[in-house]
């Protein structure tokens, strides 16, 4: 064998080798991503640029009857006037279709009612110049519940507070705005200790750009004092609202309201409130397999030694429980912010539950949480105020440093902050209680 | 180097496409999200058999050991250089495979092609060897490793011979084209189109680049053909379904459907497991939230899904070729996501279903717009009853022409003449490259029957006396009176 054949089987064989240790552990295959966005929450207004945003109101009760209606609020805080189109939703009808133009810096309210009838509607709103704020009224004989619209939609729902007893009735609108049918199908479980998976709504189909409405305390969970929700599409996503009719149990009025689209670690309250005749209830819903601790943490207020301890609440797996505020006896009366939070990442969902004295009855209103990547130095509402009204607007500073805050109009020459409301001092983590004036108020 | 410059100057000017947009992906494919890992064993075998019984395709790769040992002579250098063939592109296919090499991940056929010929050579080397060098010489150490090579070669071809018996290539049963022919083929509601979008590898035709391990490509309603194997040049049409991806991607629009309406798009299909690069035991990671950026489109819904595939349809397309009247006629005079987001589409009206091609029939049409999902171009003829109208962008990316009255309309393409004039040219360059290459081959033939070496018997200069004409290569000790002919000393085998 001559050394050039020596030469020539080394650098082969060297070839090889160099193959061989560069092929061993070779790294794991790489999944090519398409969009990796965050998941649904809560309701924003959007900065970013879009070609068209899209808002999902939960469901409006407009079956024709006397008191009943609906009307979608949408406000254009933006130079440019806004073109949308709005898709009115309904169980069983076709989906009927509105063009719709808000001015510049102003507001526009759509009838519902006189558009369509049925138990519920729900609406998509796409606008597609301009930005926008959504909000839908749903108008009840026993009152309006304002709610705003959602973002996004989502392939589940929470909602932690509810209830069928003593006759209040609780209706789920569940939407779906697209083409297909979703589902395969939504499973509905009330959570009151212990799981329940109700069978008649398990592989419930969702048809094509229309509603369902599931009733409780007909014949599903008649008679339950907490009653917690949490549908879960197997395929697809969809909008949830939740229709509430309070009878009895201490509360009565009507809220309409977007569910929790995720769970979330930490849920902010800016208004709760400590007085005669007011109760004020926290309901924490886990829906997870784990018990969950958390910790409720009262912002704005102090107690006579200086620091109100935080409270712990022990949430079971697939429960609720529920924080009387009020019987805490450690808050003093008046105002005061709230934070839930846990070390349980993604885990809970919470509502405020407020029922206040009303003349000769009481008026209960609900409230989610806002989320904790939602705090923000900016906020719009769509819907004023018909009159000058004490305490419209309560601010909560979330930070450890003493801010200001300023409450704008917006009219045809732009934002205009009002009167009497700018720059107004708000303590470190402290509360703000604005009264809106009657310019501020639009009929 | 200097033969693919040739073959590129050849080609002009189509190959220039390889220099412009796309052109990497024309070349190598689209890029992947990262190394494609298929391991150095299923890189050695090339992917064939199973993947214990394919093992023994390794078994092709000991010529090329043993070749440069066992061979003389012209043999020898064959062995050395189908060596090289093998090792270079293997260890760049390695590096590749493992990510090192970003710009050759996407196909590793590209680099399989030189080993597999080195392989062939090693092997055709080894017999030629045997054949030549050891048999009938001294028995020691090369008949035996001879041996051992050629049966080593026979077990090697075993798994490329049990693959090939039932004519598969143990493809799966079921193609991705098959499954796509559920699709209606020229439907009465119209022609359409088809967008792909997924993994590179899965695609059922050659996709171009979107996103690292993600593409897209348009093919028209119908069975796939072997013209959708070639990648077309990217037209404004085809770059505009990267915005609409983007929008979709970015959360910015709800109406992808209304985006993609213009170029004709009915269904997206979303390839998952083409029984190849990605089976049902063994499947290709799907792109994340391709699925439910598209589930979330108000104008898109899910057709068909399997383990193998998804179809979506899109609910507000307009035909290839439509006449458009009404709102949709207007929305055709915008242009932008923007204004496609707020087009109101309805009021399209399917016309010349099933003519494909450049050469169209004639229609009847009321006063509207002829929409045409094809890019703006100057070929492009339509003809009022007789009349030729002028064509104007649509959607700012397809073709429409105005029809202010009814009539009779004839669409057709007119190719350029500068076209026919390049292709001649091509053509005729290429004879010229035919010629030569034939008068070439047919010179060498003569030179070969000239004297190689005159051989004249004795050294005293006296001509005469028996003379030996011969050819091929000679290795002849260095002797006295020995001349050199015209074409002495060529080595050939």
């Known amino acids: 064998v001559t050394g050039r054949r020596l030469a020539a089987v080394a650098l082969v064989l060297l070839g090889f080798a160099v193959g061989v240790v560069l092929g061993l552990d070779p790294p794991g295959a790489v999944a090519p991503v398409f969009s990796r966005l965050p998941a649904p929450a809560t309701p924003f207004a959007p900065t970013a640029e879009v070609v068209s945003s899209t808002w999902y109101c939960p469901g409006m009760p407009v079956n024709g009857a006397e008191g009943f209606g609906g009307e979608i609020v949408i406000g254009n805080p933006g130079d440019v006037d806004a073109v949308g189109e709005i898709t009115l939703l309904t169980p069983g009808q076709e989906p009927v279709r509105l063009p719709v133009i808000v001015v510049a810096r102003e507001s526009t309210v759509v009838d519902v009612a006189a558009e369509v009838t049925a138990p519920f509607a729900a609406a998509v709103v796409e606008l597609f110049d301009g930005r926008g704020v959504v909000e839908q009224r749903a108008i009840h004989p026993v009152g309006t519940a304002v709610a705003p619209c959602a973002n996004s939609t989502s392939a589940s729902w929470y909602f932690a507070d509810g209830t069928t007893a003593q006759g209040s009735v609780q209706q789920i609108v569940l939407t779906n705005p697209f083409p297909g049918r979703r589902g395969g199908g939504p499973l509905v479980r009330h959570d009151v200790g212990a799981a329940v998976a109700p069978r008649a709504f398990q592989g419930l189909v969702l048809g094509p750009e229309s509603t369902t409405v599931i009733t409780l305390g007909e014949n599903l969970a008649q008679d339950e004092r907490r009653l917690a929700v949490t549908i879960t599409a197997t395929t697809g996503r969809f909008v949830a609202g939740r229709s509430q009719h309070y009878l009895g149990d201490g509360r009565l009025g009507y809220t309409m309201s977007l569910g929790a689209p995720s769970l979330d670690d930490q849920w902010w309250f800016a208004d709760g409130e400590i007085g005669e005749g007011i109760t004020e209830l926290l309901v924490a819903y886990n829906p997870t397999e784990l018990e969950v601790v958390a910790d409720v943490v009262f912002l704005g207020v102090t107690s006579d030694d200086g620091f109100i301890e935080p409270v712990t609440l022990t949430i079971p797996s697939r429960s609720v429980s529920v924080l009387d505020v009020g019987a805490l006896g450690v808050l003093p009366e008046g105002r005061h912010g709230i934070v839930v939070s846990t070390l349980a990442a993604d885990s809970i969902v919470v509502e405020r539950v407020l029922t206040r004295p009303a003349g000769d009855f009481v008026a209960t209103t609900v409230v989610l949480g806002v989320q904790p990547g939602f705090v923000s130095s900016r906020w719009h509402v769509a819907t004023g105020v018909p009159f000058a009204l004490e305490s419209a607007l309560v601010a909560l500073n979330v930070t450890g440093l003493e801010g200001s805050v300023t409450v704008s109009a917006i009219g045809p020459g732009g934002e205009a902050p009002l009167s009497g409301l700018e720059q107004l001092p708000i303590p470190a983590s402290g509360i703000l209680a604005i009264d809106l004036p009657a310019e501020a108020a639009r009929p | ?493």
Do not use: C
């Open chain 2, 1 to 493: 180097v200097i033969a693919s410059l040739l073959a590129l100057a050849l080609h002009l000017p189509w190959s220039l496409r390889f220099f412009d947009t796309g052109g990497r992906t024309a070349l190598l494919g689209a890029p992947l999200a990262g190394p494609r890992s298929e391991g150095l064993v299923d890189l050695a075998r090339f992917g064939v058999g199973g993947s214990s019984f394919g093992v023994l395709a390794l078994g092709l790769y000991l010529p090329v050991l043993v070749a440069p040992l066992i061979a003389r002579g012209w043999r020898f250098g064959w062995s050395v250089r189908a060596g090289f063939l093998v090792v270079v592109p293997g260890v760049l296919l390695v590096a590749a495979d493992r990510g090192s090499i970003p710009e050759l991940v996407s196909d590793p056929a590209v680099l399989m092609a030189p080993i597999a010929l080195g392989l062939a050579l090693s092997a055709a080397t080894v017999v030629a060897a045997f054949s030549e060098d050891i048999r009938g010489s001294t028995f020691g150490w090369r008949q035996p490793l001879g041996l051992l090579t050629a049966i080593a070669v026979g077990i090697g071809l075993l798994p490329v011979l049990v693959a090939s018996a039932g004519g598969r290539w143990e493809q799966s049963e079921t193609s991705l084209s098959q499954l796509l022919a559920q699709l209606p083929t020229d439907p009465a509601e119209g022609d359409y189109r088809i967008l792909h979008v997924g993994d590179p590898r899965v695609l059922a035709v050659p996709g171009f680049e979107y996103r690292d391990g993600i593409a897209y490509a348009l093919t028209s309603d119908g069975t796939l053909t072997a013209t959708e194997t070639w990648l077309s040049v990217a037209s404004v049409g085809v770059r505009s379904v990267a915005d609409v991806l983007d929008a979709v991607a970015n959360d910015q629009t709800a109406r992808a459907g209304r985006a993609l309406a213009p170029l004709g798009v009915r269904f997206i299909v979303v390839p998952l497991v083409d029984g190849a690069a990605s089976t049902i035991d063994d499947p290709l990671p799907s792109p994340e939230g391709l699925l439910d950026a598209f589930g979330d489109q108000l104008d898109v819904r899910r057709r068909y899904a399997s383990s193998e595939l998804v179809i979506l349809e899109n609910t507000a397309w307009i035909p290839v070729r439509a006449a458009l009247t009404g709102a949709a006629a207007d929305a055709s005079r915008s242009a932008g996501l923007d204004a496609l987001a707020r087009a109101d589409l309805s009021g399209a009206t399917p016309i010349m279903v099933g003519r494909t091609g450049t050469t169209l029939t004639a229609a009847e049409a009321s006063a509207g717009v002829i929409h045409l999902s094809v890019p703006k171009s100057d070929g492009w003829r339509l003809d009022l009853d007789g009349s030729r109208l002028t064509p104007r962008s649509a959607f700012g990316t397809v073709t429409a022409w105005d029809l202010e009255r009814d009539g009779t309309v004839e669409v057709w393409f007119e190719t350029p003449t500068s076209r026919d004039l390049v292709v001649l040219a091509q053509a005729l360059v290429w004879s010229v490259v035919l010629l030569l290459s034939i008068s070439g081959g047919s010179l060498r033939w003569r030179r070969r029957r000239r004297p190689d070496v005159v051989i004249e018997p004795g050294s005293d200069g006296e001509p005469g006396g028996p003379v030996l004409n011969l050819t091929g290569r000679l290795d002849l000790p260095d002797v006295a009176g020995l001349r050199e002919g015209r074409q002495g000393g060529e080595r050939a085998p």
